[in-house]
Structures are given as C-alpha cells and as structure tokens.
C-alpha cells in the first residue's frame, strides 16, 4: 500500500482512474507514470479487470496511479464491479488528491449517462471537489476543427456529465494516446489546483467508506419500502 502522511502530501499525486471499458484508462495511466504499467489493448473485452495500483517518480512528484476496470465490463457485474471499485482504498491512503474520469470525445449515449450516474453515486457528493474529466480520442474533434471547449458546449445541458463538469469547476482537459510530456504536466497542473483550493485534504478512505454507507442505506430504504408496499397490500387483502 502507498502510504501517505500529511508531510509527503504536497510531493506526492495520487490519482484514481474511472470510466467506461476501452475509453483510454490503461493508456492515460501509462501517459502520466511515464512507462507501460497498465495493459492496453484494443479488444471487445475489458483488458482490465482487477484495480491495479502503479508508482512512478516524475516531474520531481512522487505520482501514484490507481486503475480500475472499466464500467460496462463484459465479464463482471454491476455489483462486481462496484467491489472492484471500492479496493482502490486498499490500495491507497489516507486517500487520493484527484478523481479522473475518463471519456472517449463522442456522441454521448444511454449507456454513458447510466455510467456517470454510477459513479456520482459511488463516489458521493464529495466526488465533484476532486473531479478531473478527461477527453480521449481527440483525434476527432482535430478532424472537424474542433476545439474541447466548443465540444464540452455541445454536452446536453442537462446531462449527468455536463452537471458534474459544471459542479467540479469546469475542470476538464483533452489528453489523446500521444500525449506530449507538456500535455501531462498540464494534466498534474490541474491536480495541484485541486490540492490548493481542498486545502491539503484527500478525498478520503473515510469519505468513501461514508458514500458507501448512505449508498447501503438508500438500498436499504428501498428494499424496506418494497416490504411495507407488500404488507400494506396483504392487509388490505385481509380485509376485503
Ligand atoms: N485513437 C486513439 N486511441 C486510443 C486513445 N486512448 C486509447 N486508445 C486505444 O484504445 C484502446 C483501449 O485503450 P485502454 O487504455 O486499454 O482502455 P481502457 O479499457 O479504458 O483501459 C487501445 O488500443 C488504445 O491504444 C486515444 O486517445 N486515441
Ligand atoms: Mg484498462
């Protein structure tokens, strides 16, 4: 485990890795620690499927990388998946100063929505203070002129992703496959604002632990309003 106390904080970066299957995880990963430590591949399954946890000294930081398997993984369920996710504390702590979502730049789905959806709940309210979006495949938008910030214009307004680009600062940065070491340090850039503007504060094991927990309990409440419907119904039935 990489383990962190308030001294090492400003030298270190610790980042987890979230998104959908084959958006460019592994590789944004690889770009930042500066060597191949993720497997990448272009395939119809999900190469990830552990959370991996990869250090590298770079840029004078000491820069720690969790990856995660992607959301919408072939082989693993929702709820296997949600456990994967939550080992990225096993990995880390006291926490992590970035949450990097990662994004291919496209025509936004059903499927992309269900996938934001799942991780502002995973990680809670608290997952906006520390959020960094992050667009791949951006060879696209070059293709049409485009620029990342008319794209993010085109995000319906109304969308889990354009709320949560809006309620984490806008904080989002395009970074493709080639990605220049200027690029990167822009990306570390944007890290070290997070840390200034949280005050030397992780996102935490504990505030996870505590999403987790009001998660638990709005299943909890969900299933025992489920169970009241059917007895209210059965002493209805009683009665008539
Ligand atoms: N054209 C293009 N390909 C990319 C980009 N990022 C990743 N890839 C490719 O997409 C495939 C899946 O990438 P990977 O990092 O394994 O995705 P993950 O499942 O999200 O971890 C690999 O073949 C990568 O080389 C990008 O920005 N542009
Ligand atoms: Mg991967």
């Known amino acids: 485990m990489a383990a962190s106390s308030e001294l090492d904080y400003d030298n270190k970066v610790q980042i987890v890795l979230i998104g959908k299957t084959q958006v460019g995880k592994s590789t944004i990963g690889n770009i930042i620690l500066g060597f191949h430590a993720f497997d990448t591949k272009l395939s119809a399954a999900s190469v990830t499927s552990k959370t991996e946890?990869?250090?590298n000294d770079r840029f004078g930081k000491q820069l720690v990388v969790v990856?995660?398997?992607?959301?919408f993984h072939t082989e693993l369920t929702e709820?296997?998946?949600?456990n994967e996710y939550c080992k990225w504390s096993e990995h880390i702590s006291p926490g992590i100063q970035a949450i990097v979502l990662v994004i291919q730049a496209e025509r936004f789905t059903e499927e992309d929505e269900k996938t934001f959806k799942f991780f502002k709940t995973l990680?809670?309210?608290?997952l906006k203070d520390y959020l960094i979006v992050v667009f791949t495949h951006i060879c696209r938008l070059e293709d049409q002129?485009?620029?990342?910030?008319?794209?993010v214009?085109?995000?319906?307004?109304?969308?889990?992703?354009?709320?949560?680009i809006c309620k984490s600062n806008k904080r989002y940065i395009a970074l493709g496959n080639t990605a220049s070491e200027e690029e990167?340090?822009?990306l570390l850039g944007m890290i070290e604002e997070i840390k200034e503007v949280n005050g030397g504060k992780y996102y935490?094991?504990?505030?996870?632990?505590?999403?987790?927990e009001v998660n638990s309990n709005s299943i909890g409440s969900r299933i025992s309003g489920i169970c009241t419907g059917i007895l209210n119904w059965g002493s209805k039935k009683l009665s008539n």
Do not use: W, Y
Not at 79 to 82: G, I, K, N
Not at 145 to 151: A, E, T
């Open 79 to 82: 709820e296997e998946l949600r």
């Open 204 to 212: 935490s094991n504990e505030l996870f632990k505590r999403a987790q």
């Open 145 to 151: 002129h485009m620029s990342i910030d008319q794209f």
């Open 153 to 164: 214009e085109t995000i319906d307004k109304s969308s889990n992703l354009q709320k949560l």
């Open 184 to 186: 990167v340090q822009n």
């Open 67 to 71: 990856d995660t398997p992607g959301f």
């Open 123 to 126: 990680f809670g309210d608290n």
């Open 53 to 55: 946890c990869k250090e």
